[in-house]
């Protein structure tokens, strides 16, 4: 069996411990453009019904990366450390792909958003990121929130991708729905009476 870590770490980043001593990030060691890739994501792929019973701290380590399916890392590394922002200044590119959504100065914490993968309660917590921004609790859902949709454009994973799209065709389905019932109401409001006798 090989050695090699399950996730790869670009070299212009290192995995630490955090300052306030609560866990371990990653941190930019030298100036990234936005758009590099930071990280590519590796591990095991488990199904929700068999991921949902794993330990905790393999489960808080992993990425969703399709509808109940989860990457779970086998060899643990730095590039696991990886921590939610509700103002991140990293996005995903792909399922597994980590990517600068701005410029990135060196000593800086890079986070994505949970909400840019996660659309199962398997990781809800209150958020401590101390952002200005922070929204509290942070939930499987979040994905469905109309101002992270539009803040996260190009940068959330396929099958979060997919269902925004598919929400919105819903939408757009009904309105149509509605507009055309409403027009039906006026054509039948407007006839003669006469028509009916
Ligand atoms: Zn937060």
Not at 30 to 49: C, N, Q, R, S
Not at 153 to 178: K, L, S, Y
């Amino acid at each position: 069996m090989s050695e090699q870590l399950s996730s790869y770490l670009f070299p212009k980043l290192q995995g630490r411990p955090k300052a306030d001593g609560i866990g371990n990030g990653i941190f930019a060691v030298a100036p990234i453009k936005k758009g590099e890739l930071m990280a590519v994501f590796g591990g095991v792929v488990y199904e929700w019904d068999t991921f949902i019973h794993l330990p905790e701290r393999e489960r808080s380590l992993c990425i969703q990366v399709e509808d109940r399916l989860f990457l779970v890392p086998d060899k643990i590394g730095e590039g696991d450390y990886v921590n939610h922002s509700c103002n991140p200044n990293a996005g995903l590119s792909g399922q597994i792909g980590l990517v600068a959504m701005r410029d990135i100065q060196p000593g800086e914490e890079v986070c994505f958003d949970y909400a840019m993968s996660d659309t199962m309660p398997y990781d809800e917590f209150e958020c401590g990121c101390g952002q200005k921004n922070c929204r509290g609790r942070v939930s499987g859902n979040d994905w469905q929130k109309p101002e992270l949709q539009k803040r996260y454009a190009g940068f959330f994973a396929p099958h979060v991708q997919r269902r925004i799209d598919a929400v919105r065709a819903h939408q757009r389905m009904m309105a149509r729905e509605a507009r055309r019932a409403k027009l039906r109401g006026y054509a039948s409001a407007a006839l003669p009476k006469s028509l009916y006798e």
